[in-house]
């Protein structure tokens, strides 16, 4: 682990309360689960060990399981699984680890506390990132694990130590074991902190020794992830299946750009993506023609996040206004490291600087905040899925209920607030059972079926029915509520 200068430590420990305040806040609110990933990922770190087939293939394919697996086993405690409380501490902590990394970073490379402080406040008072930090989500990890990946290459680069710890290629597995948004900020960051050490007067082919040497822990967890999905799905890489596609931005790129850009400036302000666009040019510029401020690059490589919308997008993926959250942790730190330059100036300019964005994005009053606003798109539907979910528990008989992971986990973590359990349900990590179930004859092992018939235009178990009539000829349709129809094996 690096070291951390008083300062950094200082803004980790206030980023601890700041950020307890406001998972306090919207738990009192009920925000804190609105998210129907928030209690997807709760279901998929539940069903490890509670399911009807336990195992590690439980962990799944489509999402990188490191979240999952570090909250396996809190989660198997009812109340923290049906409350998210466990997932919501790893998120508090990961926040103030992350303002604790952004500081020390900037303050490494440019040795400016003014430039370190803005960066950091710059990003903690944002209330979208405040929103995500107070939720299960897997952001929050990301931005821990990103950011300290990068303080680690920022220390290798910046110092006169050839040999790179083994810890900073520990903590680059861990990211890319995560979420997606890691793999670029990893590849990019790696190769800024090689170009430093030369910058400095290091031996080519000793930091091309330990930057391969580096390389090869995050390369090593891809492939892990790469077989783990292989065995439990029988492809390599998951790109589909989970969405319908959205022809709006696939294949334009400029569209994609501006879509994203727009996202940022909707999260942030406008006046943050404009100070941060001058600050990322400004940097470059210093760092590339100043061989004294090389190390400057080190905050940029947070915007290599960019490449996970920018590829979605293009691919057909739907807008998301999530996806450009990771960019607010590379804008701010861009800023930070721009006004660090301009030296014993820097707070007669990052005052307003702050002033003037939080004026824009206050984090005091996050009502508006766009996360907060798509965290309760579902909210809707999950009041009209109560009415399955008394005619469910009313009704039920203890026979297995047959319902989609993909779609209806959110819904499977709702039921918990009923009685039911993960292992009442057969689902796609269900194995032979649910291939049997759905493709063949599903009132062979369930007694019950969960149908999404709307999100993302229905799932798998609604499309297996539109082309296969007697899919539920042995199943009568008894009520619905929230895009979802709860249907029940008929006794012959």
């Known amino acids: 682990m690096p070291s951390f200068d008083p300062l950094s430590r200082l803004l980790g420990g206030l980023a601890a309360i700041l950020g307890t305040i406001a998972a306090v806040g919207y738990w009192r609110a009920g925000l804190s689960l609105s998210h129907y990933d928030a209690r997807a990922h ?8 509670d399911s009807l087939t336990p195992s590690w293939e439980q962990i799944g394919a489509v999402w990188l399981p490191l979240p999952h697996v570090i909250n396996a086993l809190p ?4 109340w923290m699984y049906r409350s998210g409380a466990s997932a919501i501490a790893i998120s508090v902590v ?3 680890l992350t303002v604790a990394c952004l500081s020390a970073t900037v303050r490494i490379v440019s040795n400016s506390r003014t430039g370190a402080i803005l960066a950091a406040t710059l990003f903690m008072f944002n209330p979208n990132v405040l929103y ?8 929050p990890l990301l931005f821990a694990l990103s950011a300290l990946t990068l303080l680690h290459l920022s220390d290798w680069a910046m110092s006169n130590v050839i040999q790179a710890r083994a810890a900073a290629g520990w903590t680059m597995a861990a990211a890319c074991l995560t979420r997606y948004e890691a793999w670029p900020i990893v590849g990019v960051g790696l190769v ?3 170009s430093v050490k030369l910058r400095r007067g290091a031996v080519l082919t000793a930091v091309v020794h330990e930057a391969a040497k580096l390389a090869l822990y995050a390369a090593g967890a891809i492939a892990v992830f790469l077989l783990v999905s292989y065995t439990t799905t029988g492809v390599w890489f998951v790109t589909g299946g989970f969405y319908v596609a959205d022809p709006q931005l696939a294949g334009q790129p400029m569209a994609a750009y ?7 400036s909707d999260l942030g302000g406008p006046r943050f993506v404009q100070y941060a666009s001058y600050s990322i040019v400004i940097v470059a510029i210093a760092a590339v023609v100043w061989r004294a401020w090389s190390g400057l690059l080190m905050p940029l490589a947070f915007m290599a996040a960019a490449a996970l919308p920018f590829y979605a997008y293009l691919s057909g993926h739907p807008f998301r206004i999530r996806y450009e959250v990771p960019l607010i942790l590379g804008c701010a730190a861009a800023t930070g490291a721009a006004v660090s330059l301009l030296r014993f100036a820097a707070p007669l300019v990052a ?3 702050l002033a003037l964005v939080t004026v824009q994005s206050p984090f005091f009053d996050p009502s508006l905040a766009p996360m907060v606003v798509e965290a309760q798109l579902d909210r809707t539907n999950s009041m009209g899925r109560r009415a399955v979910t008394e005619c469910l528990r009313s009704q039920y008989d203890r026979t297995t209920i047959m319902a989609s992971m993909g779609s209806l986990a959110h819904y499977m973590q709702e039921l918990s607030h009923a009685g039911f359990d993960l292992d009442d349900f057969i689902h796609e990590g269900s194995g ?10 599903p009132s062979l092992a369930v007694g019950w079926i969960l149908i999404e018939e709307a999100a993302e235009g229905g799932d798998a178990l609604f499309q297996r029915a539109q082309a296969s009539p007697r899919f539920l000829q042995r199943f009568e349709r008894r009520c619905a509520g929230g895009n979802v129809a709860l249907y029940k094996r008929v006794t012959q």
Not at 259 to 264: F, L, P, Q, T
Not at 432 to 441: G, Q, Y
Request: aromatic fraction near 8%; glycine fraction near 2%.
């Open 192 to 194: 800024f902190a090689a």
């Open 351 to 353: 005052i307003p600087v």
């Open 432 to 441: 032979p059972l649910w291939a049997v179930a759905l493709n063949e004859d």
């Open 258 to 264: 501006e879509a994203i850009r727009d996202g940022v």
């Open 132 to 139: 995500l930090q107070s939720t299960p989500m897997t952001e």
């Open 94 to 96: 990961s926040f103030a």
């Open 75 to 78: 989660v198997q405690v009812d």
């Open 42 to 49: 709760l279901v998929v770190a539940r069903r490890i060990f």
